[in-house]
């Protein structure tokens, strides 16, 4: 067990770098497209050729498979990167990450409307917990006078990715992780590829390249690995309680790399909201123990 929770804090440590990275992009001068490009479509080639070599049948994709893919990868996944980063322009890296992280109760309230979800107490708790931490965030950016387009394009951020994963529930239940994800991503590639047009590569210096491929190489292609091990390794469950290292690394970091200000009050929202996604999974995790003991 203890590879797969080494894995599971791995991920979670490099899909928290997206912010910190996308902020040292913007330093740089990438605009939103190019550096979305720039991430994709290195990410999508380190994927590709790494699942090529370790699970050549995991290319395999059925035409079904491939139009629902497809759905995902060039229309819902692209808006939700796009507002995420334009989030970015303006806020604080750990705003808009913890601000994304309210994703957990947005789920649970489209759960209730379109799968007839009836949470339990440890739900309810989750969401309480949640919403009180996000409610402390909010409350923190509106204290500093956030830019309030930041804060529009961080809340449409977070509530597409709600929409996005009750979608990947509906259409992708059953199907390969590892196969849906790295289409996913080539296909967001080629949507930002497209709408970007050929990068400036002329006018990128050693910084720009080192950036692009960060994005691509930590928060994508390195994250995804690592996922993949975990969940095979110790199980979704499990690997959902550590993967909330993320919104912590991206804190932590924002601090030290980027010298922003980190509040009380928004390390008690963050405290808040990690605390709201380890509860339900905890309770998961007891009622499977329970179940296996009988």
Known sequence: MGKGLI????????????????????GLGFSDTEMLAGRFVSGGVILLAWTALAEPAALRIGPRTLAKVLLLGMVISPVQSWCFVKALATLPASTSCLILYAYPAAVTLLSMAFFRLRPGRAVWSALALVSLGCALVFSEAFASHADPAGMAYATAAMLIFSVYLILVQRLLSGESTRTVTVYIILAVAVVFAGVNGP??????????????????????????????KAIETVGSAVTSIFCTFEPVTTVVAAHFILGEPASTIQYAGMGLIVAGIVVPNLALMGLRRASATR
Not at 7 to 26: P, R
Not at 205 to 226: I, Q, R
Request: one cysteine or more; hydrophobic letters at 60%; glycine letters at 8%.
């Open 7 to 26: 894995y599971a804090v791995a991920s979670a440590a490099c899909f928290g770098t997206l912010a910190i990275l996308t902020k040292l992009a913007y």
């Open 199 to 228: 990068p400036r590569l002329s006018a990128w210096g050693p910084g720009h390249y080192a950036v692009a491929l960060a994005l691509g190489l930590v928060p994508t292609a390195l994250a995804m690995s690592f996922l993949f």
